[in-house]
């Protein structure tokens, strides 16, 4: 029996499980450790960061009540962190640096998501169906790259965020573009000392 990745929580096995039974695959990163036993291994070209592609099932007694599958476990070594993962997922027809990618594009999703958090600063939707939902973002992200297009094409020295505060206040003045950012001077704004907190980049 051996150890690697995530300590299982039940209602994550329960879950997998599911997707298994309705024909559905999943790919999950194991992190901390939990226990295993393997199967059988398969040969891998490991010049492409592979380090084990394994058949296994998993040993804990309530963990293998919860998911009584088999499961492939890939190990991973990532060249651009130089990080090695683990991956376990149901599927077994797909080539394993394949999952490896698999994971990695559901990984750049999350980072996506977390970027508009961070940047559109989407408080509320005024509409909550697909489509609505769909427009409000597409629009958000639009404004905000028309904006960075505007810093580049001007030579703006504010952040973007310092940007789109300054336009939501002047947006139905009718100041140029240019002036309204003339008139601030952003070399003396609050937050220039070091005993007092920083507002903008």
């Not at 450790?33 to 393997?38: D, G």
């Not at 963990?63 to 499961?71: G, M, R």
Request: hydrophobic share 40%; proline share 4%; glycine share 4%.
């Amino acid at each position: 029996m051996e150890s690697c990745g995530r300590l299982y929580h039940p209602l994550e096995d329960r879950r997998n499980h599911l997707f298994h039974q309705h024909a559905a695959f999943f790919v999950t990163r194991a992190k901390v450790s939990f226990a295993f036993r393997r199967l059988y291994s398969q040969p891998v070209d490991k010049s492409t960061g592979l380090k084990s592609n394994q058949t296994v099932v998993l040993a804990g007694f309530y963990a293998k009540k919860d998911y009584p599958e088999k499961l492939r476990r890939i190990r991973y070594l990532d060249t651009e962190t130089e990080k090695i993962f683990v991956f376990l997922t149901n599927n077994f027809t797909l080539p394993p640096l394949t999952i490896a990618h698999l994971f990695k594009g559901r990984w750049r999703i999350e980072l996506f998501f977390k970027w508009i958090k961070q940047h559109l600063r989407i408080k509320a939707f005024y509409g909550t169906s697909p489509n609505a939902v769909k427009i409000q973002v597409w629009i958000a992200i639009s404004v905000y790259v028309l904006v960075a297009i505007l810093k580049k094409r001007l030579g703006l020295e504010p952040s973007l965020y310092t940007i789109l505060q300054v336009l939501s206040v002047t947006l139905l003045e009718k100041t140029p573009i240019l002036s309204a950012f003339r008139e601030i001077d952003y070399n003396n704004e609050p937050g220039g000392h070091d005993n007092k907190l920083l507002l903008f980049d």
